[in-house]
Structure formats: structure tokens, C-alpha cells
């Protein structure tokens, strides 16, 4: 399903109109119509609840769909913020070495407080973990699996998050406090996000 940047307005009414029109639940309508995606097709459904307008700035900016429904979410807080999302997907340039665009717009949900934390961080915080016996090499994995994770798709489940901070605060309780400035300015974010 290739999508229309320059018309998403019409592209989107196209494809919720023709699913509402069929009168099956999403899963039934994709499996019938073996062009569809399930993912752009929710993401679709979502971002119809936008004006014809905010539909075609989000086109301008070419927000990819995994983005579609922060922009909604965005967009209920107020038109300031979903300005500012506007302003945010236009400048960022996705690499390795950068958030994902949708954490980025999450962001915007509170106020600049991070719901989860710096995939990066995460990625360094794990052999620390190790190295001061803080952790066990299975717990370690696991927050390496997570920050491969929120690299990935930018979220976790509320259970993971309760797990990741259970192990941020088992580093915390073994009183790691890091052994360079790096070390040290990291679990300091690390520690106050868990709490």
C-alpha cells in the first residue's frame, strides 16, 4: 500500500471510506483484500479522526504512519502542540544516533518528561549493570532487548516499563554510582526516571 503524501487527505478517505463501507472488522477487511496492510490501515482510521487540514500538514511533514497516531493524541492536547509535532517530524532526520520521531511526539504529551527513557542510555546502562554485579547477565540481556525495542517502534508496554525500572532501581539499591562523568550523568537520568 503505497502511500500519497501529497493527497493523504484523499488518501485516507479513500481507505477508511471503503472499509467502513464494507461493514467488517479491520482484521476481516485485510484479510479479504490482500493489498492492505493492517498496520497503515489502523493508522489510517486514527488519523481520520483529524481535520481534512491537519491531515495534509501531517502529509506535508511526511510523518510516517507509525507516527499517525501520536499526531492525534498531539492534536487533542491543542493546536499549539500539534504545531509543534509539525515542527518536530519536519526536522528530524532519522538515524541510528537519534530518537525515534514517534517518542519525540510523545514527548509533547507531558510537558517534555520522557515516558520511557534514551534507548542509548539504556544500551550503555545494561553492562554497567554487570560490571558492579549489580545485575545478572540475564537481566542485562533483557534491558538490551529493551532498548533494541524503543529504538525500534519508541514504546513499551506497561509492564516492561515496570520491569525496567524494577531493574534501574536494583542498580540504584547497590548504590552504582558510576565511575566517570558519563557513567555518572547517565544513571543519574536512569534513577530519576525510574522513581
Not at 510516517?64 to 500539534?82: G, H, I, M, R
Request: include cysteine.
Amino acid at each position: 500500500m503505497k502511500i500519497n503524501y501529497t493527497n493523504l487527505s484523499g488518501f485516507i478517505m479513500e481507505h477508511v471510506g471503503d472499509f467502513k463501507k464494507s461493514g467488517l472488522t479491520l482484521d476481516q477487511y485485510c484479510s479479504l483484500n490482500q493489498e492492505c496492510d493492517f498496520a497503515i490501515m489502523d493508522a489510517c482510521l486514527h488519523l481520520s479522526q483529524l481535520s481534512p487540514t491537519q491531515v495534509r500538514k501531517v502529509g506535508e511533514v511526511q510523518a510516517p504512519p507509525s507516527c499517525w497516531y501520536a499526531f492525534v493524541l498531539v492534536s487533542d492536547k491543542s493546536e499549539a502542540a500539534f504545531s509543534e509535532g509539525l515542527v518536530i517530524a519536519q526536522k528530524h532526520k532519522p538515524n541510528l544516533n537519534e530518537e525515534p520521531l514517534v517518542v519525540k511526539l510523545r514527548r509533547l504529551l507531558d510537558d517534555g518528561r520522557a515516558d520511557f527513557p534514551d534507548p542509548k542510555d539504556l544500551r550503555l546502562v545494561a553492562p554497567i549493570g554487570l560490571k558492579y554485579s549489580a545485575l545478572v547477565s540475564k537481566e542485562s540481556g533483557v534491558i538490551k532487548g529493551m532498548s533494541m525495542q524503543l529504538a525500534k517502534k519508541g514504546l513499551l508496554s506497561q509492564s516492561q516499563v515496570n520491569w525496567l525500572k524494577s531493574l534501574i532501581l536494583k542498580i540504584k539499591l547497590k548504590n552504582v554510582s558510576g565511575a566517570s562523568k558519563t557513567e555518572k550523568e547517565l544513571l543519574k537520568r536512569l534513577y530519576e526516571w525510574a522513581e
